[in-house]
């Protein structure tokens, strides 16, 4: 069982930056690969960015290559969401996600087996 608690959002004027955060719980978390979705107001939930379980691939929804990075600390059980250059329509409810041995298909919800709670970022104009 993995709990995943996100943090680091905020409200935040265009053109700004936010780093997210996604702690896991366990032992094991070198062992999942990780992902970012939003949900926006009225809106389906959608993809972000995902990582692999070993680091060494990532993959960005086409909105937000170029401006988003993640990254991760395995020492510390965090994967991290770097948002710069946000824009108003980045506004979103953030959703951090994990799943055992996850090395593709990042963008797909049924990839992934844990999820938190969200964190609300808020993009001014």
């Known amino acids: 069982q993995v709990q995943l608690v996100e943090s680091g959002g905020g409200l935040v004027q265009a053109g700004g930056s936010l780093r997210l955060s996604c702690a896991a719980s366990g032992r094991t978390f070198s062992n999942y690969g990780m992902g970012w979705f939003r949900q926006a107001p009225g809106k389906e939930r959608e993809f972000v960015g995902g990582m692999s379980w070993g680091g060494d691939s990532t993959y960005y929804a086409d909105s937000v290559k170029g401006r988003f990075t993640i990254s991760r600390d395995n020492a510390k059980n965090t994967v991290y969401l770097q948002m710069n250059s946000l824009k108003p329509e980045d506004t979103a409810v953030y959703y951090c996600?994990?799943?055992?041995?996850?090395?593709?298909?990042?963008?797909?919800?049924?990839?992934?087996?844990?999820w938190g709670q969200g964190t609300q970022v808020t993009v001014s104009s």
């Open positions: 996600a994990a799943s055992r041995w996850l090395s593709s298909l990042f963008d797909e919800q049924t990839s992934y087996r844990y």
